[in-house]
């Protein structure tokens, strides 16, 4: 069990003349919580994109559960879980459908997959909807279904993008608590998400990429201690080099009242 | 999810499909999965309703193509040389095919959703590729059976079992030609185009080929009178570079004993050309297509608005939009229109046609006579009637205002402070009015007054007139919608024609009415210059007094 769950060394990724990521080097053990973190464009879901083999262009040596997964084997796709920020989901199947569709090509049986499915969703309370169309779901439920379908197969590894968006708050405490019973067990969790507070209480550790590059990585009071800032907020702000949200919202205050 | 008869035949080769290095397993799973979300491409309203399978679009079309291969095998029976009848309905069938496959097949070809839902599963690549190819053949045979198969069934009491065999044979070959055809064609402009361009260009593709469908069947008819002659044909080097001329070669040895180089060499060419592009299909371009996909989710490069464009726009807009609200839908409805590519797809042909019916229906009435004298006698006839045939055509795009992809979008009315929506579906009115029919008739119009002489022009102006009142009463009597409202599947593809034709009958009357003031009131037409532009401007006052009760709201 010594080997990383995750290991990234020199990733470089383009595309066309624009580089996205700029030589990323991370180490992830197995057990931990990794909060993923960097603005919009920073080049977080390019990361996640390339370890789930939805992007395959890239420099560098990628691992996944001691795997380079450049390979073409898919084996490792086995260990994987994934919520994606915006999803695509063959909504005209009902939820029984599309779950047992991802399960058994996971290579689970039917019966064992339908049975997990229905447990979970009726442990999110969403259970009367099992053998509704997934269009016809809120967004909310939607999630639910995402999260289930991320983890029916019990992966070692999770990617979280955002996985809270649309949850109410007493679904997304389970979700946490889910979590963090999750790592508990030994799996590891990459967190991607733009709410620094729910990133600071829940990480272990903490990745910010800014530009394409690695620009702090460490637990959270070590980056406080590292930027003399507070909040993970603040740290982020400073880190990214942004320091004008005052001015920049008294100006905006301005022009609508204008 | 029902079993699938596909599935169940491919059950029989599951081993060979694992022997390929593929998990037949999953293979059916992700086939099964296509399948069933192909059957449930129902219209929204039914999305809640349980297990709803919805079979009748798909038999529906499967009829229309089955006529379609009755008509084409009408040719069988006509007593020319076999090498010669089998070139015109390859020929048929290889087009018809390659059209269905172009317009229809993009989604399929070009899916992305695909890639983001399988790729981060334990699937190799190959079991996704193979998926895909089956899932696009068997779309593919079932089109080719439905055209080829009344001409099949034709050559097989024709020419008798042997015939119908080496035919049958070359159809299977077709496919494998068209899938090559029909990819090649999307992997140039995969190549060269990205992003919203590049849908913008497949969606402009799509629509040309159906007007070019569309026209080539008007001048089947024509083509026949024309061909009727004998045909003797000696083979010229380029003979060779023509597909159905392959096809049609085994056809004419088997029943013609013609067994020149020619026809050999072309018999030749029909099984190792298919084969071969088949064979650079798979291992060339489907490897593209993967990496390529992406570009088709790349938004980059915005666009810098035109200057002058855009201060001619919003001169209009003042102009025929005294209402502050209803310019600015007049605007957004113009704006919406010009990037929604489900409603150019669907409307483009129609409107299309309606510049070309009027002149095909001149030149077919006119037949007898040649090019020239046609021409000629529209200085003096009443041809410039046929104008009405076009207005019809295009008064079908006010059936579109309510019509959107983005039909979710229409939210925002409700949250609109808008007292009043008459001036939201006046302001979309015009802008249709704006965008398509006034230049479009118009142009129509200008080139009838080149045709037939200045004489014409009281006609026109009376039938600009008779167009917005037809428009009017049109968008008067369909249903009270918000702009933008409604999907596109809650449209029925029957309905189409039942409203074209009711279109056409309105029109029938106004030429009616048109042409009897003409001939025999004096200043009959001021006369009905006046009548008509009173009744439109009428209606348009008092009918569109509308409130929030009066509108359809179906949430």
């Known amino acids: 069990m010594s080997e990383c769950a995750i290991s990234i060394r020199d990733l470089y990724m383009s595309y066309g003349s624009k580089q996205v990521l700029n030589g990323i080097n991370i180490e992830i053990p197995r057990g931990k919580i990794i909060g993923y973190i960097g603005p919009n464009g920073a080049g977080k879901s390019t990361t996640v994109k390339i370890l789930l083999g939805l992007v395959t262009n890239y420099k560098g040596l990628v691992k996944v559960m001691g795997q380079d997964i450049s390979d073409g084997n898919v084996e490792y796709k086995k260990k994987i879980g994934y919520i994606p920020e915006t999803a695509e989901i063959y909504d005209n199947l009902t939820a029984r459908e599309y779950l047992t569709f991802l399960g058994e090509m996971y290579g689970m049986s039917y ?31 939607k999630q639910k279904i995402l999260i289930i379908a991320s983890l029916i197969h019990n992966p070692d590894v999770l990617f979280f993008d955002e996985p809270l968006s649309g949850l109410d ?24 998400s733009h709410i620094m507070e729910v990133v600071e209480k829940i990480s272990d550790r903490i990745i910010l990429i800014n530009n394409g590059n690695v620009v702090a990585d460490g637990t959270f009071s070590q980056l406080q201690v590292q930027s003399q800032e507070g909040s993970l907020e603040e740290i982020f702000n400073q880190l990214t080099g942004f320091n004008e949200h005052k001015q920049i919202a008294s100006d905006f205050v301005k022009v609508i009242g204008a | 999810m029902k079993e699938f008869f596909l599935l169940k035949l491919l059950d029989r080769f599951a081993s060979f499909f694992n022997s390929l290095g593929i998990n037949y397993k999953q293979l059916r799973m992700i086939l099964k999965v296509k399948l069933t979300l192909d059957h449930r491409n129902v219209p929204t309203i039914m999305a809640n309703t349980k297990n709803v399978e919805n079979k009748n679009l798909m038999v529906m079309s499967m009829f229309i193509y089955s006529f379609m291969g009755l008509m084409i095998s009408i040719f069988v029976w006509i ?76 050559c097989l009491i024709h020419f008798g079992p042997v015939f119908f065999l080496i035919m049958l044979l070359e159809i299977v070959l077709i496919c ?103 064979n650079i299909y798979i291992r060339t371009i489907v490897p593209y297509f993967e990496q390529n996909l992406q570009k088709l989710n790349d938004n980059s490069g915005g666009k ?10 919003k001169a209009i807009a003042s102009l025929v939009c005294g209402d502050k609200k209803e310019r600015a839908f007049f605007t957004f409805t113009q704006n919406m229109i010009a990037s929604e590519r489900k409603l150019k797809l669907q409307l483009y042909p129609s409107l299309a046609f309606s510049i070309v019916l009027p ?87 200008i080139i009838f007054i080149f045709l037939c002489g200045p004489r014409i022009i009281p006609d026109v102006i009376l039938m600009l007139a008779n167009m917005l009142l ?69 209606i348009w006052h008092y009918s569109f007094k509308i409130s929030w009760k009066d509108i359809e709201i179906n949430y």
């Open chain 2, 176 to 278: 494998g030609l068209v899938m090559f055809f029909t990819s090649l064609l999307y992997f140039a402009i995969l190549s060269v185009f990205d992003g919203e361009k590049l849908k913008d260009i497949i969606n402009y593709f799509q629509i040309g080929l159906t007007i070019f469908i569309t026209i080539a069947y008007q001048f089947i008819g024509r083509m026949f009178s024309i061909t009727q002659m004998n045909i003797n044909f000696t083979p010229k080097w380029w003979n060779y570079l023509i597909p159905t001329t392959w096809f049609a070669a085994p056809l004419s040895i088997l029943t013609e004993k013609s067994y020149s180089i020619f026809y050999v060499a072309s018999t030749a060419m029909a099984v190792i050309i298919p084969i071969a592009c088949f």
């Open chain 2, 359 to 445: 002149f095909i229906f001149i030149f077919i009435t006119g037949s007898q006579n040649s090019f020239a004298e046609t021409l000629n006698a529209l200085h003096t006839s009443n041809g410039y009637l046929c104008i009405y045939i076009g207005i019809a055509m295009t008064s079908f795009s006010v059936y579109f205002i309510n019509m959107s992809e983005k039909y979710k979008g229409a939210w925002i009315y409700k949250a609109l402070p808008i007292e009043n929506p008459s001036a939201m579906l006046k302001g979309a009115f015009k802008a249709f009015m704006f965008k398509f029919n006034i230049p479009i008739v118009g142009a129509l119009g």
């Open chain 2, 470 to 538: 037809l428009a009017i009463l049109f968008f008067k009597l369909s249903s009270k919608q918000l702009p933008f409202y409604k999907d596109f599947k809650t449209m029925q593809s029957g309905s189409n024609v039942g409203v074209i034709f009711l279109l056409m009958f309105i029109c029938g009357v106004m030429a009616g009415i048109h042409f009897a003031l003409k001939q025999f009131v004096p200043f009959g037409i001021t006369i009905n210059i006046a009548i008509s532009t009173i009744i439109a401007m009428l």
């Open chain 2, 304 to 313: 810098r608005q035109n200057l002058q464009v855009f201060r001619l726009k």
């Open chain 1, 111 to 141: 019966e064992e997959v339908d049975s997990k499915a229905k447990k979970l969703m009726g442990l999110f309370g969403i259970e009367e909807v099992y053998d509704s169309r997934i269009t016809s779901y809120s967004k909310g439920m």
């Open chain 2, 79 to 154: 007593p020319f040389s076999t090498f010669y009848k089998m070139n015109m309905i390859f020929g048929m069938i290889i087009f018809m095919i390659l059209a269905t496959m172009i317009a229809d097949f993009s989604t399929v070809l070009l899916d992305v959703k695909d890639k983001n839902i399988l790729l981060p599963r334990p699937i190799h690549n190959k079991t996704i590729k193979m998926a895909k190819t089956i899932h696009i053949l068997y779309y593919l045979f079932r089109i080719t059976l439905a055209l080829s198969g009344p001409s099949l069934l034709m």
């Open chain 1, 169 to 192: 708050a007493n679904s997304a405490l389970i979700f946490k608590e889910i979590m963090s019973s999750l790592a508990n067990q030994g799996k590891t969790i990459f967190y991607s």
